[in-house]
């Protein structure tokens, strides 16, 4: 297309006049007006890396981040394992609590010094008092007396060891639908566009979620719950990808970090509801019912405009640059009307979409470029592995599951911060390499810590969830920037549907402490230090521009710094 071109060869450099001054209350930037052809991270230069307009549009964004945060990981709690213990036949009836005072000598402790969930003591006298119970002799049991908190195990009555893998089976159908939304929203964003397939996420998220109010059995439940993993998925990769695009290289750290802050507090504000709730169906409703409103959106979301110009798509890239300028008081130069101005006859020739499968296949040729994405993979799987693995475990950890839930989210928002700090500061790749390096120690200290220091258990455990995160934060960033921009979507996706594997094996990981309290966290530590290793085979992109084609990727590590 004549008017703009995306290879970074012959990107042609700006010559702008330091001399802004006042029109109206608008900036003015001249810049000569023979150029007819600039990248879009030059044209954000004039019309502002963020201005009224990305802050409006970014914040509505940061609001469906929030909810899918909280959708991400209700199942932990619609699916958890609430209080629960036999009920102690001749002694318990419908009229008993959970606490009855027999509960303390009436039911054996398990290795962690809880109520065994299954077992009791086999009653000999005709009372409920301590002498009336045979201490050698444990009995099952096939009615039990459950707490305040209601889920779908009081519901189908999934209790005891041998049901405990189908709860595992919920957080393996999660990330299934996790799996293919990621993939899927990936593609069809790059294809139809980011706006769109945003809002569509959203809805799915939104009505599955509602659904599962509905279900009338364990099946069905897990039915839902895949589907609404699928519209989960593509509600934070799309947002992070819109927010991206729609700043200048200077504030791409800012707006992926803060999303971030929403998407943390969003998991938080979870364990809240599941708090005051303490019923699944509510908690559900309470999640994902408010996401109907973000169809509103329709009307006030934009959409990506350097995807519209990746695809040719002139027009409608020139009226959101036409209506972000006014919002932001700006008086756009020659330059940039010249880059969106073609004649209608030769506009309509270059119409046709930019191909984006051709490019992937020239990405699987290029051995370079094939090893990097590999590696990125493989610590995007890493991250996922550990950073959910500590999340559910969370709430098997010593004290309140609630609290501990809570705290363990809370702290990524630190660990965000952490993340923009250090990506501004050392770089991305090598901030990248010490936050995995961080983790592998903090978890490998974790696991030695004796059983009776808890407040020190629960100390280390968060410093290495705020490590992980931080990972999670750059990698964010960082795998945006390495990939070109017409298959930037799909890569971020891409990625994050490898990282799926890692997250799949997540729910197994409370199943491992039973075999040995320490194995969760010695394996976090492992993973964690490999994944930090195979980091510096990646090229740093920090202050560059983002790659608009395959040579500007192949060609990051000698881009000018910006």
């Not at 000999?124 to 002498?131: A, K, P, R, W, Y």
């Not at 706006?195 to 364990?218: D, E, P, Q, R, S």
């Not at 999340?391 to 839930?405: D, E, I, Q």
Request: include cysteine.
């Amino acid at each position: 297309m004549p008017g703009l071109r995306f290879n970074h060869e012959n990107d042609i450099e700006m010559n702008e006049i330091h001399s802004n001054h006042e029109n109206g209350g608008s900036k003015v930037t001249n810049i000569d007006p023979s150029i007819d052809s600039m990248n879009f991270d030059d044209i954000l230069d004039e019309l502002g890396e963020l201005g009224r307009f990305q802050i409006v549009t970014y914040l509505l964004i940061c609001l469906p981040v929030l909810f899918s945060g909280a959708n991400s990981l209700s199942y932990v709690f619609t699916a958890g394992i609430p209080e629960y213990r036999c009920s102690i036949p001749g002694c318990d009836n419908e009229n008993t609590t959970f606490n009855a005072k027999w509960m303390s000598y009436a039911i054996p402790l398990d290795k962690m010094d809880q109520p065994e969930h299954c077992l009791m003591y086999k009653r000999t006298g005709s009372g409920c008092e301590v002498d009336d119970f045979d201490y050698s002799t444990k009995l099952s049991c096939d009615s039990w007396l459950f707490g305040k908190e209601n889920t779908i195990v009081n519901e189908w009555k999934l209790t005891c060891r041998e049901n405990e893998l189908l709860l595992s089976y919920v957080g393996n159908s999660h990330f299934v639908g996790i799996f293919i939304g990621s993939f899927l929203f990936g593609l069809l964003s790059d294809r139809y566009g980011r706006k769109y397939m945003f809002l569509i996420a959203i809805v799915i998220m939104c009505i599955a979620g509602v659904g599962h109010v509905t279900a009338g059995n364990y099946y069905m439940f897990l039915a839902i719950t895949c589907i609404h993993a699928i519209g989960t998925a593509g509600v934070y990769p799309l947002g992070f990808v819109i927010g991206v695009e729609l700043v200048g290289r200077s504030k791409r750290e800012l707006t992926g970090v803060v999303l971030n802050f929403f998407y943390a507090f969003g998991e938080a504000l979870l364990g809240v509801v599941a708090y005051y709730s303490q019923d699944w169906r509510l908690t559900q409703m309470i999640v994902s019912g408010p996401c109907i409103l973000f169809v509103l959106y329709f009307c006030y979301i934009p959409e990506s405009v350097r995807w519209l110009m990746a695809k040719n798509k002139n027009r409608e890239a020139s009226g959101i640059i036409t209506q972000a300028a006014k919002i932001n008081k700006v008086v756009l130069s020659e330059g940039v009307r010249n880059t969106f101005t073609e004649p209608a006859s030769q506009q309509s020739e270059n119409d046709e979409e930019t191909p984006m499968w051709p490019m992937v296949v020239d990405i699987c040729k290029t051995r370079s470029l094939v090893i990097r994405y590999i590696v990125i993979f493989i610590v995007w799987g890493a991250n996922a592995f550990i950073y959910y693995g500590m999340s559910l475990n969370a709430t098997s950890m010593g004290g309140n599951k609630y609290v501990n839930f809570i705290l363990v989210c809370l702290i990524e928002i630190p660990g965000y911060l952490v993340s923009w700090i250090t990506i501004l500061k050392i770089g991305r790749k090598y901030s990248l390499i010490g936050s995995l390096f961080v983790c592998a120690v903090l978890c490998i200290a974790t696991a030695f810590v004796p059983t009776n220091l808890n407040w020190l258990i629960i100390l280390l455990f968060l410093l290495s969830k705020l490590s992980i995160t931080c990972s999670f934060g750059i990698i964010y960033v960082y795998t945006a920037e390495l990939f070109p921009t017409i298959v930037r979507s799909g890569g971020v996706a891409t990625a994050s549907t490898f990282a799926r594997f890692g997250a799949f094996l997540a729910p197994f990981i409370p199943r491992l402490g039973q075999l040995w309290a320490s194995l969760p966290m010695i394996l976090f530590a492992v993973i964690a230090f490999m994944a930090g290793a195979l980091v510096f085979k990646l090229p740093e992109t920090v202050k560059r521009k983002l790659p608009e084609t395959l040579t500007d990727a192949i060609n990051i590590n000698s881009a000018p710094k910006q």
